[in-house]
């Protein structure tokens, strides 16, 4: 293995909080002592078929452990998924389909291989324990924590005080999150900073359990290309690591200026040296934001494909904002007889053919945001039907279109 102090600064690196430092430093030296590597424990819920590059922060520092030699276990919480974390949420969360789980977690460790080392990382289910639990030893294991201990959580207490419903089902959550830790027998935990509640749970019922406590790293969430939220797909304001090349570029080259920076912290592979000299640079104006944003979509676009890919990304995006014209390569997208009445389609029903959105809802909003066009018209309410012709294109945003044609 690699010395102490080299991998000590490197996995340290880029983290809000080790909890506790001094307990990972002994961990760390012993691991190198006996040549045993630390347990990695990292755990995403399937809620959603995509990752975006939010989710790329531990998926990169669990690549970190991996170069060093020790054990990542990417936890699919396809049981936990059926509660739906409610960390940061200000309700009850929609309960998802087994059916809908089991697709989700496909697409979510094809993508998470994009970063990690498949051949080393362990793939591990949470439905493995879970599954098989008896209500009786649902029971003993929920004995362990107290309702006053979980009110303590921010988001919970908030509800509770606005008298806003809080599911019994929720509360189980981080109980559920902790004993994943105690099953895995986990040396350290990696997770966003809203999930340093239940990261802890799992150090509290390992003691329970007569286990040596994992270490929690909470790692900062990047704020999506609206500057103000958490990068959400459900709030519309993520950048999927599976997104089209110039589509990626535009969302990048949206994003404020202030969060250039940590844009560049946590989601390029640059030095911390040389970010410091672009911070300096754009502080005293030696360097131009829109060029320096340009370099960090580039250098997102690169990562994700390659460097071709991304500068033949950068020359659509010129091709489309700053020629004002329209992209060399508009998707086509065949529209079926069946899909018009008298020879019009709603709006609605128009955008979903198109793959842009999923839902009736997510439609409605885009048209209520003044986000979709078509021939360049911007369509100002939901409910009318369109009559469409060969060739008639559809906007969404900046950066999407699509071309239909009628079969």
């Not at 040549?35 to 970190?64: C, E, F």
């Not at 958490?230 to 994003?255: A, R």
Request: glycine share 6%.
């Amino acid at each position: 293995m690699i010395n102490f102090k080299e991998q000590l600064d490197t996995l340290i690196r880029g983290t809000e909080e080790i909890l506790p430092l001094d307990e990972f430093k002994n961990k760390l030296k012993r691991s190198i002592k006996e040549n045993k590597p630390l347990i990695i424990k990292y755990g995403v819920d399937p809620t959603s078929p995509d990752l975006h590059i939010g989710h790329a922060i531990p998926l990169r520092k669990l690549r970190q452990f991996q170069d060093f030699g020790h054990k990542v276990i990417l936890l699919i919480g396809d049981f936990t998924a059926r509660i739906g974390d409610p960390s940061q949420k200000s309700a009850t969360r929609p309960q998802l389909s087994g059916e809908e789980i089991v697709l989700n977690a496909k697409t979510y460790t094809k993508q998470a291989f994009n970063i990690l080392d498949e051949k080393s990382t362990i793939v591990d289910y949470n439905s493995r324990w879970f599954g098989k639990m008896s209500f009786e030893e649902i029971l003993k294991l929920t004995a362990n924590f107290t309702v006053a201990r979980l009110l303590e959580r921010d988001d919970f207490y908030k509800r509770y005080q606005e008298n806003i419903p809080i599911g019994l089902h929720e509360f189980l959550y981080p109980v559920m999150q902790g004993y994943d830790s105690v099953m895995l027998e986990s040396d350290v935990e990696l997770g966003g900073t809203d999930q340093k509640f239940n990261m802890l749970a799992g150090r509290n019922l390992q003691k329970i359990y007569d286990q040596e406590p994992q270490v929690v790293f909470t790692l900062p969430i990047l704020e999506g290309i609206d500057g103000v939220q958490k990068m959400s797909k459900s709030l519309g304001n993520h950048v999927g690591i599976t997104d089209e090349p110039k589509e990626m570029f535009g969302k990048i080259m949206s994003i404020p200026d202030e969060l250039m920076i940590k844009y560049f912290k946590l989601t390029t592979t640059l030095s911390e040296k040389e970010i410091k000299k672009i911070g300096k640079g754009l502080k005293d104006e030696s360097l131009h934001p829109a060029k320096i944003k340009r370099r960090l979509a580039r250098e997102i676009v690169s990562q994700c494909y390659d460097q071709k890919i991304a500068q033949a990304a950068e020359k659509e995006f010129d091709t489309v904002f700053k020629e004002k014209s329209l992209p060399s390569n508009i998707p086509e997208v065949k529209l079926a007889p069946q899909l018009f009445k008298d020879g019009r389609i709603w709006i609605v029903q128009l955008i979903k053919e198109a793959g842009f959105v999923k839902t009736n809802g997510e439609a409605k909003r885009l048209i209520e945001q003044g986000g979709v066009k078509l021939n360049n018209e911007v369509i100002e309410a939901a409910d009318v039907d369109l009559k469409i012709n060969n060739g008639d294109i559809l906007q969404i945003g900046k950066r999407r279109f699509a071309k239909f044609i009628r079969t």
